[in-house]
């Protein structure tokens, strides 16, 4: 008897949990088993008193390409994924030495520190296959400047690391994304498990206040996106490497 292999890896080093997207065929797309394993590793590091902190990364050359179109989470499922990134009370770092696409960007900008090497590329590209970026609009929109995500939520142009930064979508980028972090979780090891999950408290506040406000609405319009005849027809001409009908 057979059993699948996990979607996710775990290691652990001095307090760190490193949680790793290890679908790398599907190049790390979110399909209903992903989310729902990640969901439950989190879960976990969350009740355990060993675990200082979470790194989020990835094995292959994509941090996450979005909803896996062959089997995609349920918007409610994907909803409570991103809450519990925020909710968790530790913080989550995003490491990510590859590309990140639409529903990936939704991870990201639920980790509370994010850094990616300087070769990463970024793309809301959920326009081009008829649908909107609603459910990661719950973190996205409160971190991220909206002038800067007016262009990209709408064109679904490819961005580099330079641009994430200087949007707030990423702390910091560099040559070396573990150089970048090495500072980073040095401090959170010095820190005070009782210190940090007050603290993360304090600057999640407001994105929980969006979760609150909004999550059924947009729930509800991701799914009726999905759905709707325009939709199929762009994640249709996706899978078959072609232009949809709409393309000038």
């Keep these: 008897?057979?059993?699948?292999?996990?979607?996710?890896?775990?290691?652990?080093?001095?307090g760190i949990e490193t949680l790793?997207?290890?679908s790398p065929d599907t190049r790390n797309a979110l399909s209903a088993a992903l989310v729902a394993e990640l969901a439950d590793a989190l879960a976990d590091c969350g009740e355990d008193p060993g675990v200082r902190a979470v790194v989020l990364t990835h094995t292959g050359t994509t941090?996450?390409?979005?909803?896996?179109?062959?089997?995609?989470?349920?918007?409610?499922?994907l909803v409570a994924l991103l809450r519990r990134l925020v909710e968790l009370p530790k913080p989550v770092l995003a490491r990510i030495?590859?590309?990140?696409?639409?529903?990936?960007?939704?991870?990201?900008?639920?980790?509370?520190?994010?850094?990616?090497?300087?070769?990463?590329?970024?793309?809301?590209?959920?326009?081009?296959?008829?649908?909107?970026?609603a459910v990661i609009s719950l973190t996205v929109l409160p971190r991220a400047d909206?002038?800067?995500?007016?262009?990209?939520?709408?064109?679904?142009?490819?961005?580099?690391?330079?641009?994430?930064?200087?949007?707030?979508?990423?702390?910091a980028a560099g040559d070396d994304v573990d150089a970048v972090l090495e500072p980073?979780?040095?401090?959170?090891r010095r820190s005070s498990p009782q210190a940090l999950a007050e603290t993360k408290r304090l600057l999640t506040a407001k994105v929980l206040e969006t979760f609150d406000r909004d999550a059924a609405g947009l729930t509800a319009l991701s799914a009726r996106l999905f759905a709707s005849a325009q939709a199929r027809e762009?994640?249709?001409?996706?899978?078959?490497?072609?232009?949809a009908a709409w393309v000038l």
Excluded at 234 to 243: K, S, Y
């Design 63 to 77: 941090f996450c390409a979005g909803a896996d179109l062959r089997d995609p989470p349920r918007p409610d499922a």
């Design 1 to 14: 008897m057979t059993t699948d292999a996990p979607l996710i890896g775990r290691t652990r080093a001095r």
């Design 97 to 133: 030495s590859g590309h990140v696409r639409a529903g990936g960007l939704g991870l990201l900008a639920a980790c509370d520190i994010s850094a990616a090497a300087t070769t990463a590329t970024f793309a809301f590209t959920e326009v081009r296959i008829g649908v909107a970026p």
């Design 234 to 243: 762009g994640m249709t001409a996706f899978l078959e490497r072609r232009d």
């Design 146 to 171: 909206p002038r800067a995500l007016a262009r990209h939520y709408l064109t679904g142009e490819r961005f580099d690391a330079a641009e994430a930064v200087r949007t707030g979508l990423l702390t």
């Design 184 to 188: 980073v979780l040095d401090g959170l």
């Design 20 to 22: 790793s997207l290890d």
